[in-house]
């Protein structure tokens, strides 16, 4: 069974930086793994996925260049080092993982469908 656990979120005004950390309990070596974020009123929208061994990783549009994905298999831990915040990234971020079969291309953990696995959020709000 999966577990995943997010903190790091908080208030800062735009400009700021945040990292978000995910910690994983259970085998998620050869996970795929991401966030997502949700905000009031809006649908959950993908921010950044990345592969088990990090060869591939995604972006949304509207996070390159400022958000940064990275993972620590040894630690299970997955991390999103957010700098340049603005008011429009305000929302409860969500780590999601789903497994990777042996057979597959990792090019899928860029894929969003098929997360299954959800912690239970951490809230980034950002002053204008």
């Known amino acids: 069974q999966v577990q995943l656990v997010e903190s790091g979120g908080g208030s800062v005004q735009a400009g700021g930086s945040l990292r978000l950390s995910c910690a994983a309990s259970?085998?998620?070596?050869?996970?795929?793994m991401g966030w997502f974020r949700q905000a009031p009123g809006k649908e959950r929208e993908e921010v950044a996925l990345?592969?088990?061994?990090?060869?591939?990783?995604y972006y949304a549009d509207s996070v390159k260049g400022r958000f940064t994905i990275s993972r620590e298999n040894a630690r299970t831990t997955l991390y999103l080092q957010m700098n340049g915040l603005k008011p429009e990234d305000s929302a409860m971020y969500y780590c999601?993982?789903?497994?990777?079969?042996?057979?597959?291309?990792?090019?899928?953990?860029?894929?969003?469908?098929?997360?299954?696995?959800w912690g239970q959020g951490t809230q980034v709000t950002v002053s204008p």
């Open positions: 999601a993982a789903k497994p990777l079969s042996p057979a597959a291309s990792p090019f899928i953990c860029t894929q969003r469908n098929e997360y299954n696995y």
């Open positions: 259970g085998y998620t070596y050869s996970y795929c």
């Open positions: 990345i592969s088990p061994g990090s060869t591939y990783s």
